[in-house]
């Protein structure tokens, strides 16, 4: 009895190479959709930080106008008092980073030290200071509406909710 012939291991090989083709789709979509997502947000992070104050405050406007549906005389009032105010915001960040920058670096040269030859090295090629630092923000989410707020109870959120006694 012959296992192996024509029609026989074909159709099962077939299937085992639509499925390793797929299976390596996959993992190049996932890879190549995270890398695409990571450039993105780099792009959209220098361009906040070289445009500065006109960018953000124009989402401060759509953001506003949005939210509290001002009308068009409102918003020709609003409008250069909110940019005035990120041009200032987007001036002093600038005058404090270096300060900001140098506190960071000079952490990271303190804390250098007290790592494994393997750690120092990972810690230089992070940059030093830039590990220090919080990631960016994620991206806001697709309906466009920014974070969820803090939860019950804490500063800014919505009260505490009451507990029911158990029945």
Do not use: Y
Not at 28 to 49: D, N, P
Not at 99 to 124: H, S, T, V, Y
Not at 146 to 164: D, I, T, V, Y
Request: with cysteine; proline share 14%.
């Amino acid at each position: 009895m012959v296992l192996s012939g024509p029609g026989r291991g074909g159709k099962w090989r077939l299937w085992a190479g639509v499925l390793a083709v797929f299976c390596c789709g996959l993992v190049v979509g996932a890879a190549g959709g995270a890398l695409w997502e990571r450039t993105q947000t780099v792009a959209r992070l220098e361009k906040l930080r070289g445009q500065g104050g006109p960018i953000l405050a124009k989402m401060a406007m759509e953001r506003l106008t949005r939210e509290l549906n001002l009308r068009a005389e409102q918003r020709d009032k609003i409008q250069p008092i909110v940019e005035a105010a990120f041009e200032e915001v987007h001036a002093i960040i600038d005058q404090t980073r270096p300060r900001m920058d140098a506190a960071l670096q000079g952490a990271a040269e303190r804390i250098k030290p007290l790592l494994d030859a393997e750690q120092a090295k990972r810690l230089d090629q992070g940059g030093q200071w830039r590990m220090l630092r919080p990631p960016p923000p994620p991206p806001p989410p697709a309906n466009d509406r920014g974070p969820a707020g803090p939860p019950p109870g804490l500063p800014g959120g919505p009260p505490p909710m009451e507990r029911q006694p158990p029945r």
